[in-house]
């Protein structure tokens, strides 16, 4: 059975950092391809980064590019969301998600393409 769970969200002033984290069990992620979708209140959920399961190519939203960056530890089985001079309208709930089904070399940025999710961990920035 496939699991991810996300942790690492918190309360932070503008221009503060965080990291998320993404611990993924039943699943090699070195496998499948691996996102970060956010959902702010009101909105719809929207992408933010993914990382295919080489590892070799990323993607960003434009709204986070520069900013955020995607990475992954195959030892821990875990990706990661650095998230860098952080804005109040990031404030959202960050939920990892992964694809059990695709080539590890796909990426994608659409949430149908993924077939598992976690809770989700509130990030919320004060200005």
């Known amino acids: 059975q496939v699991h991810v769970v996300e942790s690492g969200g918190g309360l932070v002033q503008t221009g503060d950092s965080l990291r998320l984290v993404c611990a993924a069990s039943g699943l090699t992620i070195r496998s499948y391809p691996m996102g970060w979708f956010r959902q702010a209140p009101g909105k719809e959920r929207e992408f933010v980064a993914a990382?295919?399961?080489?590892?070799?190519?990323?993607y960003y939203a434009d709204s986070v590019k520069g900013r955020f960056t995607i990475s992954r530890d195959s030892g821990k089985n875990t990706i990661y969301l650095h998230m860098n001079s952080l804005k109040p309208e990031d404030t959202a709930v960050y939920y990892c998600a992964a694809d059990g089904t695709s080539a590890a070399s796909s990426i994608y940025i659409t949430s149908r393409a993924y077939d598992y999710w976690g809770q989700g961990t509130q990030v919320t920035v004060s200005s």
């Open positions: 990382i295919s399961g080489t590892g070799v190519r990323t």
